[in-house]
């Protein structure tokens, strides 16, 4: 037994929501630098002078680890807090982190309920216009 503490030392969270578990599991290293920084730390923000590249790849980060928790509402909430600052890479990790899930049935919702869902509707908006600028030659997006 673990005898109730995990890793970096600190109490382990019984039950309680997917958040604290999800901070739990990240107490080392993160820890030491003031939090996990992963989507489900509500004061989440990426680390000051980072290079675009980091940034990007950063927020991917954050939309990947929401969708490991299997929670739709996690994922929407997650992209729609970044979705002003994502690239074409990070609009298309979205898009196909949310199909994953409903298709995989890991998630309660349809794809017709999921057609219906604004923060749906958003991103693929927001995928959609991305693709008429590479198409016409307008994104000036090098990343």
């Not at 969270?13 to 939090?35: N, P, V």
């Not at 216009?129 to 198409?135: P, T």
Request: proline share 2%; aromatic share 4%; hydrophobic share 30%.
């Amino acid at each position: 037994s673990d005898n109730g503490k995990g890793k970096g030392g600190g109490k382990r969270a019984r039950g309680g929501s997917i958040a604290s578990q999800h901070c739990w599991q990240h107490r080392g290293e993160y820890a030491k630098r003031g939090g996990c920084g992963h989507a489900f730390n509500t004061h989440s923000s990426p680390p000051p002078q980072m290079s675009n590249l980091r940034y990007h790849k950063w927020i991917n980060r954050q939309v990947t680890d929401a969708a490991n928790t299997g929670n739709l509402d996690v994922v929407l909430d997650t992209i729609t807090r970044h979705i002003q600052s994502m690239n074409s890479i990070n609009l298309v990790t979205a898009l196909h982190r949310v199909t994953k899930l409903v298709a995989s049935g890991a998630s309660a919702v349809t794809v017709s309920e999921l057609l219906r869902i604004e923060q749906f509707n958003d991103l693929w908006q927001k995928v959609s216009s991305q693709i008429e600028l590479h198409l016409t030659g307008e994104s000036a997006e090098i990343e």
